[in-house]
């Protein structure tokens, strides 16, 4: 089964340093169809405003990926870590036993990002935080495994999920294979999941498939988030 779920019929709000769309509930923002998707528990398309972010405050137990589509966000926590990650990288913090943390976009521009939590397959672990750097080139065929929970990408969750990115060019048709439940995140573009069109901005969820067929309408830029279904990841 494959859903798509437009740009524009995304919860959110706008608290004007801060406009986020929130493709799960959230927040103020509560949906009872669209608590999670597996144990994928939150997509928010955050734009920060130059020179504003996230003051300093707590998580535990989760896996937050940050992917900056543009700009970048600075990030300070309590264990120490603190570094800048730019557009097109990605940063994982697992909260774990406890962090407290900051995100600044210390930039005189806007920073847009996806913000996404994935649920632990054990708590307690020790938190955790690195970033990488991923290239621009466009992909032939296949996306590039950016996030894990095997030892297989450059980055590592405490989940058995997966996290893939490419950038397209027009007319680029990928055979994807699927494990467990995935949903598509359209960063730039107009895509084809199978034969559904979807656009910059919109969200996919994939279930019950074991692969799909990613094609470029136009140059696009898309990532792809593989979880457990809650019945599989215990």
Same mark, same amino acid.
């Given at each position: 089964? @494959?859903?798509?779920?437009?740009?524009?019929?995304?919860?959110?709000? /706008?608290?004007?340093?801060?406009?986020?769309?929130?493709?799960?509930?959230?927040?103020?923002?509560?949906?009872?169809?669209?608590?999670?998707?597996?144990?994928?528990?939150? +997509? /928010?398309?955050? $734009?920060?405003? !130059?020179? =504003?972010?996230?003051?300093?405050? !707590?998580?535990?137990?989760?896996?937050?990926? =940050?992917?900056?589509?543009? &700009?970048?966000?600075?990030?300070?926590?309590?264990? &120490?870590?603190?570094?800048? =990650?730019?557009?097109?990288?990605?940063?994982?913090? #697992?909260?774990?036993?406890?962090?407290?943390?900051?995100?600044?976009?210390?930039?005189?521009?806007?920073?847009?990002?996806?913000? @996404?939590?994935?649920? %632990?397959?054990?708590? &307690?672990? %020790?938190? $955790?935080?690195?970033?990488?750097?991923? !290239?621009? *080139? %466009?992909?032939? /065929?296949?996306?590039?495994?950016?996030?894990?929970?095997?030892?297989?990408?450059?980055?590592?969750?405490?989940?058995?999920?997966?996290?893939?990115?490419?950038?397209?060019?027009?007319? =680029?048709?990928?055979?994807? %294979?699927?494990?467990?439940?995935?949903?598509?995140? +359209?960063?730039?573009?107009?895509?084809?999941?199978?034969?559904?069109?979807?656009?910059?901005?919109?969200?996919?969820?994939? #279930?019950?498939?074991?692969? @799909? #067929? @990613? *094609?470029?309408?136009?140059?696009?830029?898309?990532?792809? +988030?593989?979880?457990?279904?809650?019945?599989?990841?215990?």
């Amino acid at each position: 089964m @494959i859903r798509r779920y437009a740009y524009s019929d995304l919860g959110g709000a /706008n608290h004007g340093w801060l406009d986020a769309k929130h493709h799960f509930s959230f927040g103020d923002y509560y949906d009872p169809q669209k608590l999670s998707h597996g144990e994928l528990m939150v +997509i /928010n398309d955050d $734009r920060i405003a !130059p020179h =504003t972010g996230f003051d300093a405050h !707590p998580h535990r137990d989760m896996e937050i990926i =940050t992917y900056v589509r543009r &700009g970048a966000i600075s990030h300070e926590d309590d264990k &120490g870590n603190k570094g800048r =990650t730019a557009a097109g990288s990605i940063q994982v913090m #697992s909260a774990g036993a406890g962090i407290f943390h900051s995100e600044y976009n210390l930039e005189d521009q806007e920073t847009s990002l996806y913000q @996404i939590w994935i649920k %632990p397959a054990r708590n &307690g672990v %020790p938190p $955790r935080w690195e970033t990488a750097e991923f !290239p621009k *080139t %466009p992909v032939l /065929n296949r996306l590039q495994l950016a996030v894990s929970g095997d030892g297989h990408a450059p980055l590592q969750i405490e989940q058995h999920a997966r996290i893939f990115v490419g950038c397209l060019n027009k007319d =680029t048709k990928i055979e994807h %294979p699927i494990e467990g439940k995935a949903y598509l995140l +359209i960063s730039e573009g107009n895509i084809m999941v199978d034969d559904l069109l979807v656009h910059k901005g919109d969200g996919v969820a994939v #279930s019950h498939e074991v692969s @799909i #067929s @990613i *094609t470029a309408m136009s140059d696009a830029e898309v990532l792809v +988030i593989e979880v457990p279904g809650l019945q599989d990841a215990r």
